[in-house]
């Protein structure tokens, strides 16, 4: 595998500004970027943490490609 390859992992969060205000959309973060095992990692630790940390979503994701998903992400195009 190449190293773009090993590289081409990250997970995103969205989180909310002002969690009283239910309109306003999230603010994503990526939070990880690297390789699969890694972003794996990351994206169980911070789905374990999503509601308590009111993440509205966590993306998985391999070059821009959504792999997993919790919550719900902003439309994508």
Do not use: F, H, K, N
Request: proline share 8%; aromatic share 8%; charged share 25%.
């Amino acid at each position: 595998m190449d190293a773009m390859a090993e590289d081409s992992w990250t997970v995103q969060i969205g989180v909310v500004d002002d969690p009283t205000t239910d309109g306003v959309p999230p603010v994503p973060a990526d939070v990880y970027s690297g390789d699969e095992d890694g972003a794996r990692a990351a994206y169980a630790e911070r789905s374990a943490q999503a509601a308590q940390a009111d993440y509205r979503y966590v993306l998985l994701r391999q070059l821009g490609e959504v792999i997993e998903c919790w919550g719900t992400p902003p439309a994508a195009g």
